[in-house]
């Protein structure tokens, strides 16, 4: 059974910082991962989407890794900004039984 | 285009009385997909549908718990005699048409379901 795991759990950083978030995941056969943010009380925004064969995938300031041997993803946050503020979340894909979520990532920037 | 639509956003229910929860799905999009998000859990996958069909329903709970996707119309989730545990935020998603393994999903804004 796929588990997915996100560390760091929260994250408080000043406004302008560099950031990392990790996620892990146990089984490596997976079609895909995305990365989601999700604000308070609101649905889920796709970020990125890293196709299997894919090793990485780049949006603006945001830059997701995937190394799908060791069952790792780290999305890279530069020059974050309080709007960045959200929970962000990693999931995969392993085929007809939808995404498996991890817990997500509670991201603070300070002003 | 407009996104995943889901109806209610809210939803309050006695404990006893049945949810329907709405999802349209995308333009163009084929394929549903239920979760549900318990407080301080992550996501859970419940159920996997494309129109008339249910492919995959195995995070779905036995009992009291539905889902269908006609050939028109939305989606619905049908939770029926609701307990407290059922309050939730339950999310659907979409995706294409080609299956869900190299696609997107894109998900819609959730409903809330409170059980008093």
């Known amino acids: 059974k796929q588990e997915v795991t996100q560390i760091p759990a929260a994250l408080s950083v000043p406004e302008g910082e560099n950031l990392v978030l990790n996620c892990s995941f146990t089984?490596?056969?997976?079609?895909?991962l995305q990365w989601f943010r999700q604000d308070p009380g609101k649905g889920l925004t796709s970020l990125l989407l890293i196709q299997s064969s894919q090793r990485e995938q780049t949006s603006g300031r945001l830059n997701a890794s995937l190394d799908k041997s060791s069952g790792r993803s780290t999305l890279y946050i530069a020059a974050s900004q309080p709007g960045d503020s959200a929970t962000y979340l990693c999931a995969v894909s392993g085929g007809a039984d939808g995404l498996t979520f991890g817990k997500g990532t509670h991201l603070i920037i300070q002003p | 285009n407009a996104g995943v639509m889901q109806n209610p956003r809210h939803l309050v229910r006695r404990r006893g009385q049945e949810a329907r929860l709405r999802c349209s799905p995308m333009?163009?999009?084929?394929?549903v997909y239920w979760y549900r998000q318990l407080p301080e859990e992550g996501l859970k996958f419940m159920v996997y549908?494309?129109?008339?069909?249910?492919?995959?329903e195995s995070g779905m709970p036995k009992e009291r718990f539905s889902a269908e996707f006609p050939k028109e119309g939305p989606s619905i989730l049908r939770i029926q005699q609701v307990v407290r545990g059922d309050s939730a935020a339950y999310f659907c998603?979409?995706?294409?048409?080609?299956?869900?393994?190299?696609?997107?999903?894109?998900f819609g804004q959730g409903t809330r379901l409170t059980v008093v």
């Open positions: 089984d490596s056969a997976i079609y895909n």
């Open positions: 549908l494309q129109k008339e069909n249910i492919i995959d």
């Open positions: 998603a979409s995706s294409p048409g080609t299956g869900n393994m190299n696609t997107e999903a894109f």
């Open positions: 333009k163009g999009h084929s394929h």
